[in-house]
């Protein structure tokens, strides 16, 4: 167990729908990432958050957002939701976002997402 | 751009057998190198890592070689075992705009026959 803790587990819903994934993070680590896993494509790195500000952004749709709230916890929020959305996607918290605190991502079980 | 290139993209290995994975990088700044595993319907974790001023790092039945001059790192897993079927990233890790940036690689699926 990572200590990091996702919700839902499973998320089904449809086309054009708009849903909210929950991510805590590991108790003291400031970093929060979200990842998202597809079949064929490996782990896509979507952003990064630490201690509330966004610190990077990786590949991801305007269609996304995200945000980390003061008690550390981060939401992805995907909305006008397409079949390809459908994915793994992990939230990693990490200690910081400089030096070793910020070399490993502790990572949650995942939210799987499908849309029909 | 793929700034980490792994492969194979899977590998079948028979019961007690040495699985190697490799990895390439291009970005000398890179300067912490781990590997995840990754259970089917588990998010990663952290396997071993290793950083550019060594060339081997052993943890019990997992190995990484690091080939600093040729920009290659690989894992090697020695008696593989059932249980070690699994999905396995390599990463590289490097100070990118004053935040530490963790590149991976696309991953190598890994399946050992008992």
């Known amino acids: 167990d990572s200590g990091v803790t996702q919700t839902p587990k499973h998320l089904i819903t449809a086309t054009g729908q708009r849903v909210t994934l929950r991510c805590s993070p590991r108790?003291?680590?400031?970093?929060v990432y979200w990842y998202q896993q597809s079949l064929d494509q490996g782990l896509q790195f979507l952003i990064q958050?630490?201690?509330?500000?966004?610190?990077a952004k990786g590949n991801i749709l305007e269609r996304f957002s995200a945000q980390q709230f003061p008690d550390l916890h981060s939401e992805l929020n995907l909305s006008s939701l397409e079949l390809g959305d459908s994915a793994l996607y992990f939230c990693a918290s990490s200690v910081g976002y400089l030096g070793q605190g910020a070399e490993t991502q502790y990572f949650g079980p995942g939210t799987r997402l499908l849309v029909l | 751009q793929q700034q980490v290139k792994q492969s194979p993209q899977s590998l079948i290995v028979q019961k007690g057998g040495i699985s190697i994975i490799n990895c390439a990088y291009e970005n000398t700044a890179f300067d912490y190198f781990p590997w995840y595993q990754q259970f089917p319907g588990k998010g990663p974790a952290l396997l071993i890592a290793i950083r550019p001023d060594v060339s081997e790092k052993k943890e019990g039945r997992f190995t990484i070689s690091f080939n600093k001059s040729a920009k290659q790192f690989s894992l090697h897993i020695m008696d593989s075992q059932p249980g070690d079927s699994a999905t396995y990233f390599c990463a590289a890790n490097s100070n990118a705009g004053n935040n530490r940036k963790l590149i991976w690689g696309l991953g190598t699926s890994l399946a050992v026959n008992p």
């Open positions: 958050y630490y201690n509330g500000e966004e610190r």
């Open positions: 108790s003291g680590d400031l970093s």
